[in-house]
């Protein structure tokens, strides 16, 4: 009697059986990873989130490139800290300033979005608040400033250049065509009449009535009128000439900031090493190192035509 063979198995189906296998236990790893990271805002506590408001604020920002570092423009600062109010895991947040102002647009649109973010506020004055980053600092509920800041400046300012003294010295002579006597106000090429002059004042006015009047609004009681009417002619001031007008709250470290930003978001931290910071990225998306985009924006920013800003 010939013995029983036995059955080969069905190599493919075991090939397969083996690959769905690998593909579930992926499947579960990727949901325990995602998982994790869930939880790990509430394993870890609440933090206080950090947004950096660093140089010149710009409209439009410039990527990187390979002649420039790239400056993030208003929107994308403020798009980053409206994210903020989806993130159950944030207390408190931190702006730390160092600014001189910039354009009016927007410091308008930073402080907006800062002004609609429901979550506490702190800033922090590190070497230059001024002019428009003290303006978006208003939005804050507290105001922290080292002693030595340079802070104030509230006012606004135009700049008009008038190249037409060079122009007629290398005989340079230049026609425009304009539809309106005031059409090419601000231009270069001539000098300014009385009458344009006094265009450009009331633009002026009506912005600066508008910073005095965001300041007021957000300083309420805590301003010294007496101090502060002195201080809205465009001085610069120090932190501490600032807290003797109520432009701030206190004069003091990055670290009493961080504590107080803790204290407002119900974070308990006996020292500012124990508070967990969550750093929220503003740079720009746009372009990359090698974008042509982005090196043409970066030259083009430097030579801008006649605005209206905060510095």
Do not use: H, W
Not at 124 to 134: H, K, T
Not at 236 to 244: E, K, N, P, S, V
């Amino acid at each position: 009697m010939e013995p029983m063979s036995r059955k080969r198995p069905d190599q493919p189906s075991s090939i397969l059986g083996t690959a769905a296998v690998l593909v579930i236990a992926f499947i579960v790893l990727i949901a325990l990873f995602f998982a994790f990271n869930a939880l790990t805002p509430s394993l870890e506590g609440r933090c206080v989130a950090v947004v950096n408001l660093d140089g010149p604020i710009v409209a439009d920002g410039t990527a990187p490139s390979l002649i420039d570092s790239g400056t993030p423009g208003s929107n994308d600062i403020a798009s980053s800290i409206e994210s903020i109010n989806q993130r159950d895991d944030v207390g408190s947040v931190l702006l730390v300033v160092n600014s001189p102002g910039g354009s009016v647009v927007g410091t308008r649109e930073i402080y907006n979005s800062l002004k609609d973010l429901d979550k506490p506020k702190v800033a922090y004055f590190r070497e230059v608040a001024a002019s428009g980053a003290y303006y978006i600092s208003t939005g804050t509920d507290y105001i922290v400033s080292d002693p030595d800041t340079l802070t104030g400046s509230i006012g606004v300012v135009t700049t008009v250049t008038d190249l037409s003294g060079i122009l007629n010295t290398l005989g340079v002579n230049i026609t425009e065509i304009k539809s309106g006597p005031y059409k090419d106000i601000g231009s270069p090429y001539r000098n300014m009449t009385p009458e344009e002059t006094a265009i450009m004042q009331g633009i002026v006015n009506e912005i600066y009535g508008e910073f005095k009047n965001v300041v007021i609004e957000n300083r309420g009681k805590r301003l010294n009128m007496a101090e502060f009417d002195n201080t809205t002619d465009g001085r610069i001031l120090t932190g501490t000439q600032a807290l003797q007008a109520g432009l701030v709250d206190q004069v003091g470290t990055e670290n009493d900031a961080i504590l107080k930003a803790a204290e407002l978001g119900n974070i308990s931290a006996s020292s500012a090493s124990d508070v967990r910071l969550c750093p929220i990225d503003t740079g720009s998306d746009g372009g990359g190192l090698f974008s042509m985009d982005s090196i043409i924006r970066s030259l083009t920013a430097r030579f801008s035509t006649t605005s209206v800003d905060f510095k």
